[in-house]
């Protein structure tokens, strides 16, 4: 039965009575907080859980991605035990099929991933496959990979029983509640306004899937996600299905398929989904379904009949089209808003809510609890969108194709091609006229390489922009290229107080001078990198912060809320008021002369000081990203067509991320999301230069403990012997039979003219093989690669730290 007394106060409320949300009230109640309560609008798994295919496939992208699946697995398993209530797991394993070469270095990939994620996984022949799935045509099958831990589990029993769980525990549920409006108060929450009257809280969990855009404004939130039709076809029994079947995923064919009721459940990702507005489905949209779309579904539909002959005599049962959400990049939201503090969002769930939902549920839980995620899940943040995302046109053109990349092909160097040009930089016709190909970073469109030629190719073995990339590091290696990273993210921070504070949240010494530049990580209590940034001290009370592109939103959230209460500065964003070109290269210092700006020359490295370049004001520090000599530039936005142009006309050329990136490789420059994340550590990065160990700053002591024991991991340099190799990165290492890491970055390093790799290695290892040698399983196929534990190229750094007037 459900409670029908309504509390005038709760601790957290918990939004939507999907698994999401069933998941996170039965973890808050583990965790404690029993006086937690959820509110759904309808009844329990209405909207989008109750017709969930709920396929539980435990490899995702990331190690903690996937943890979060296999916990679900554990959980899913043993909740039976614990509350009576079944959950319908089955564990039947999952079967993915590749018929095209990409396909199956696509699922050999996997695999390794896989293993160095401790999922079991192997590769089978055809032959192999067809035994586990008798009724499949294997007959353009090149191979296959078998995963027996995935399963799959029924999703309203899942709710069942974690709604039992959690109700043992004290917590409570109110069916048929709407919420009205989310009151706050100097930007917190501090209630609701619901259907059944008011209610106080301090958190907020929103969990309400097709319907938290809405839900989120009434917090002054932007959340941006939007529902996608999503197809399955049902059909009778067939003759030859007994008993349950491992799902079987062709994805070349963008197909799902696995048994039901003695009959086939056949869905699909397709190439291009159908965006549907909220408004059509209606507030009281619950257990209802979209109209069948045969037209629609036909190309899928003749895939299937390929795949499965017994489908052509298959009697019908239906076509079920139900609404789910999808964000702009695919990925789920979780964690606290930038906006509102303690409204915190479980949503968007991109088709694997029911995989998900078990450990996501968990992760939210730990973090209302404790102040934090348990792990890095730094994919999921929902401070990773820019306010442009936000926007129904954006929306409704990108989630078409977020659903139809679900089953493609992950090629590197693949690029959104919707919703694109929603920001750019202030050089952006510039580089078009230069034949750049840009990517999007943050919204904002970047050139990624330069070179007047079609669409690239996209591919596993040596990609079509090789050769441009090559020219572009050749450039600045040997003369002087122009890197545009006007997308930096630009904070001010400025006051009396704007050094007692920096000093608060940053773990190196920010009390050098004006003048100086400093490269500092703000770390969380765990001693994990929360951002790297690099802060320049314009003056006593005054600092500029260069942050990552996709960094800024999360930063200012994190500096706003490690404010206290009395202290006397103002943070701001100005990422779009200023551009950023680095010139970078051995002509830079004659190009800085004929511009005007001989001065800089003689400007120590890590420092910065004001110039005017062919008129242009620009503030120039010394410092570079790619291991040549240079300055970035800093100059007002609406001044940059000018400064590019003089550099241009001095002998400079422009370069694009992919060659700063393969530079940035060979030389060891750590990047956020590759091998820094909140999990990883300034010692097990190598950067303890930027840690003073003379003040206080948050993370000090869990830092200064793992200091005291030794970091568990390092990051090393790794240089593959074989040219032709192509490491992507999150690679897995091998020291003869054992994983001992992983590749973080991998590029071609022109420079050394071989293949490079950053890795994080296990510090026991490391020290076991010393400056020997280590195995990269790329895609099945091992390559070795010579071990060094500093940079690949110029490792003292005396070409980027040479003098160019003194």
């Known amino acids: 039965m459900v409670d029908v007394s309504f509390p005038a106060q709760a601790s957290v409320v918990v939004i939507g009575g999907g698994v999401m949300g069933c998941s996170t009230l039965y973890h808050l109640a583990k965790e404690g907080i029993t006086d937690a309560i959820l509110l759904e609008r309808n009844q329990l798994t209405s909207g989008t859980t109750w017709h969930s295919a709920a396929q539980v496939r435990a490899l995702r992208s990331t190690r903690n991605l996937t943890e979060l699946i296999r916990y679900s697995v554990s959980l899913y398993s043993q909740l039976e035990a614990e509350t009576g209530q079944a959950t319908g797991w089955i564990n039947k394993g999952s079967l993915s099929i590749a018929t095209s070469e990409a396909r199956l270095t696509h699922i050999k990939r996997q695999e390794a ?57 004290g917590t409570r549920i109110f069916e048929h509640t709407a919420v009205t409006n989310i009151l706050t108060k100097g930007g917190k929450v501090v209630g609701l306004e619901t259907s059944r009257g008011p209610l106080r809280c301090d958190t907020v969990a929103l969990c309400s899937g097709l319907w938290s855009g809405q839900v989120a404004k009434m917090a002054g939130v932007e959340v941006p996600v939007w ?191 919707t919703a694109r040009n929603l920001e750019v930089t202030p050089l952006h016709t510039k580089w078009q006229r230069a034949g750049a190909h840009f990517g999007q970073f943050f919204g904002i469109e970047r050139p990624l390489y330069f070179g007047k030629s079609k669409e690239p190719d996209l591919t596993f073995g040596k990609p079509s922009w090789f050769a441009p990339v090559g020219r ?147 503030r120039a520090v010394r410092l570079s990203y790619v291991g040549e000599a240079g300055w970035e530039l800093t100059c007002p ?52 230069f930027a840690v003073d160990w003379g003040k206080n700053f948050i993370g000090k002591d869990a830092l200064w403990a793992e200091k005291e024991k030794g970091p568990p991991q390092k990051i090393i340099s790794v240089v593959l012997a074989d040219p032709d190799a192509v490491p992507l990165g999150n690679e897995p290492l091998y020291a003869g039979p054992e994983i001992v890491g992983k590749t973080t970055s991998a590029a071609f390093g022109y420079r050394i003219g071989k293949p490079v790799a950053l890795a994080m290695v296990q510090s026991e290892t490391l020290g076991q093989i010393g400056d020997s040698t280590l195995d990269v399983d790329i895609a099945g196929r091992r390559y070795r690669g010579s071990v060094l534990d500093g940079a690949a190229f110029d490792p003292n750094g005396e070409r980027m730290r040479r003098s160019h007037g003194v």
Request: aromatic share 8%; net charge negative.
């Open 227 to 417: 529902p996608c039709e999503h197809f399955y076809l049902l059909t009778k029994p067939i003759e030859g299905i007994t008993g349950n079947m491992p799902t079987l995923s062709d994805h070349d064919s963008h197909l799902y398929i696995r048994d039901d009721s003695g009959g086939l459940l056949v869905g699909c990702f397709e190439p291009r989904g159908k965006a549907i507005d909220p408004a059509r489905l209606g507030d009281d949209f619950a257990f209802q379904l979209l109209p069948e779309d045969w037209d629609h579904f036909e190309p899928m539909m003749v895939n299937a009949l390929h795949r499965l002959p017994p489908l052509q005599t298959a009697e019908v049962k239906m076509l079920l089209n139900g609404p789910e959400s999808f964000t702009p990049d695919g990925s789920f939201l979780l964690g606290e808003s930038a906006e509102t503090r303690g409204f915190f969002l479980g949503c968007g769930m991109n088709s694997v809510g029911v995989a998900t939902g078990g450990g996501a549920g968990m992760a939210l839980a730990k973090c209302i609890a404790e102040g934090a995620m348990p792990m890095d899940l730094h994919e999921a943040d929902p401070k990773r969108f820019p306010a442009c995302f936000n926007s129904v046109e954006a929306l409704a053109a990108r989630v078409p194709e977020v659903l139809g990349k679900h089953y493609e092909i992950t090629f590197p160097g693949r690029q959104w091609t």
């Open 113 to 169: 991933l896989a293993h160095l994620f401790g999922v079991e996984a192997r590769s089978i022949s055809a032959g192999e496959a067809k035994e586990l799935w008798p009724l499949m045509n294997t007959e353009d099958v090149l191979g296959a990979v078998w995963s027996p831990g995935d399963g799959r589990v029924s999703p309203s029993d899942l709710c069942a029983a974690l709604v039992k769980g959690a109700k043992s525990r």
């Open 637 to 688: 936005a609406g001044q940059a067509g000018p400064l590019f142009e003089a550099l241009e006309a001095a002998g400079a050329q422009p370069a694009g991320l992919f060659a700063q990136t393969s530079m940035r490789i060979e030389k060891r420059f750590l990047a956020y999301g590759h091998e820094l994340d909140s999990d990883v550590t300034p010692l097990q990065a190598g950067l303890e």
């Open 472 to 618: 572009e590091v050749k450039q600045a290696h040997r003369h002087a290229a122009i890197f545009d990273q006007s997308t930096f993210g630009k904070i001010r921070v400025n006051g009396p107080d704007a050094e007692s504070f920096l000093n608060r949240v940053c773990a190196n010494d920010m009390s050098r001078p004006a003048g100086r530049a400093i490269y500092t990580a703000m770390l969380n209590e765990r001693g994990g990198i929360e951002s790297d940034l690099t802060a320049l001290r314009l003056a006593k009370d005054d600092y500029r912060l260069y942050v990552g592109s996709a960094a800024v939103k999360r930063d200012l959230a994190w500096l706003r809320r490690h404010l206290t209460d009395g202290e006397n500065l103002d943070i701001r964003d100005e990422s779009r008021d200023h551009a950023v070109l680095a010139l970078m290269g051995p002509k830079s210092a004659a190009i800085a002369e004929a511009l005007g700006a001989a001065h800089l020359n003689r400007l120590g490295y890590f420092c910065h000081d004001t110039a005017e370049m062919a008129g242009v004001p620009v």
